[in-house]
């Protein structure tokens, strides 16, 4: 199986940043993508940012020029750089990993990790 886990949540003040880090575990050959999500209270869960293998990005309307998506030297962990954040981005923020191929595995599956809360005071 494969364990996703987000860290770097947390309180801050509008105009503030935050860091949100994340890593699958497993027996894990390949990701095709990994990604961030987030879900407020009352709303449905909204794509936020993705990135590729290859690094291709892709980001919702709210999060460009703001939010930056990455991967770190480990193919299995994805980082998302929040500034001038506002206090419409609070939400549970969840990491995605797409397209998993296990190495005892042919197909591929997608995995969540259990969230980060993100708070931003006005």
């Known amino acids: 199986q494969v364990q996703v886990v987000e860290s770097g949540g947390g309180l801050v003040q509008a105009g503030e940043s935050l860091r949100l880090s994340c890593a699958a575990a497993?027996?894990?050959?390949?990701?095709?993508?990994m990604g961030w999500y987030r879900q407020a209270p009352g709303k449905q869960r909204e794509l936020v940012a993705t990135?590729?293998?290859?690094?291709?990005?892709n980001y919702a309307d709210s999060a460009k020029g703001r939010f930056t998506v990455s991967r770190g030297n480990a193919e299995n962990t994805v980082f998302l750089q929040m500034n001038t954040l506002k206090p419409e981005d609070t939400a549970a923020y969840y990491c995605?990993?797409?397209?998993?191929?296990?190495?005892?595995?042919?197909?591929?599956?997608?995995?969540w990790g259990p969230g980060t809360q993100v708070t931003v005071s006005s």
């Open positions: 497993g027996r894990i050959y390949s990701i095709n993508a």
């Open positions: 995605n990993a797409d397209g998993v191929k296990m190495t005892y595995s042919v197909g591929r599956s997608s995995y």
């Open positions: 990135i590729t293998r290859g690094g291709t990005t």
